[in-house]
């Protein structure tokens, strides 16, 4: 089955303790991308990639870092997370970018207390 | 500055009329647009896309229409049910001058009542 999976799925953390969701989808596609989602504010992009070893921001990094040493896995990595960060967050792939139906993953439910 | 809305309030319809759905955007200019729906406690999942140069889409009970004069794209659901209740999400891209991202709206709460 075509899916993209996120782990884990709820997490509950402190300040400052580093924490990776990691992501993996099986279609093969090229781009992938990082969402969170806050309430009113939709769905807001973290990070992309075009393909491995490729990734840039979008348009709310800070406090995240991804890598995409393979195509199929793009973790999202909190080095020191803060109560901020405390969303909903979403990865998605596609075929060959964003001008493609995005497919998202489940969700990780992200509290940082 | 650049946004993208959609309504806020809930729309609530009686089951088997139609859903009108409204997107609004300013200071892009985007050569498509994607409708997806979102279940709660859910990813988003695609349902249509429309192109600037298309000026209605269809897929089944849905239809997607794109006006790049008055920066408005609608979505109808016709006949619609009870499990057409959803919140539903559109998303442009926002072309080469605005950094080619995807931007999502906040989407609309669609109550469909039996």
């Known amino acids: 089955e075509a899916q993209v999976t996120q782990n884990p799925r709820y997490l509950i953390t402190v300040t400052g303790k580093k924490l990776t969701v990691t992501c993996s989808q099986n279609?093969?596609?090229?781009?992938m991308s990082w969402y969170r989602q806050d309430p009113g504010l939709g769905l807001r992009q973290i990070y992309y990639?075009?393909?491995?070893?490729?990734?840039d921001k979008g348009d709310v990094p800070e406090g995240y870092k991804v890598s995409r040493k393979e195509k199929r896995n793009f973790p999202l990595i909190l080095e020191s997370p803060s109560p901020n960060q405390t969303s909903l967050y979403f990865c998605?792939?596609?075929?060959?970018?964003?001008?493609?139906?995005?497919?998202f993953g489940p969700g990780t439910r992200l509290t940082v207390t | 500055s650049q946004k993208i809305e959609q309504n806020s309030e809930a729309l609530n319809i009686q089951e088997g009329k139609t859903a009108t759905l409204t997107c609004n955007y300013t200071n892009y200019s985007p050569a498509y647009l994607q409708w997806y729906r979102q279940d709660p406690g859910r990813g988003p999942v695609f349902l249509l896309l429309?192109?600037?140069?298309?000026k209605e889409k269809r897929k089944e009970r849905l239809k997607v229409t794109f006006d790049t004069t008055l920066k408005q794209s609608l979505f109808h659901i016709t006949a619609s049910q009870p499990a057409d209740s959803a919140t539903y999400l559109c998303a442009l891209d926002t072309g080469f001058r605005s950094g080619n991202k995807l931007v999502f709206g906040a989407g609309t709460i669609l109550r469909v009542k039996s």
């Open positions: 429309i192109r600037e140069n298309e």
């Open positions: 279609m093969n596609h090229e781009y």
């Open positions: 998605a792939s596609s075929f060959g970018g964003r001008q493609y139906e995005q497919y």
């Open positions: 990639s075009m393909n491995v070893e490729v990734t």
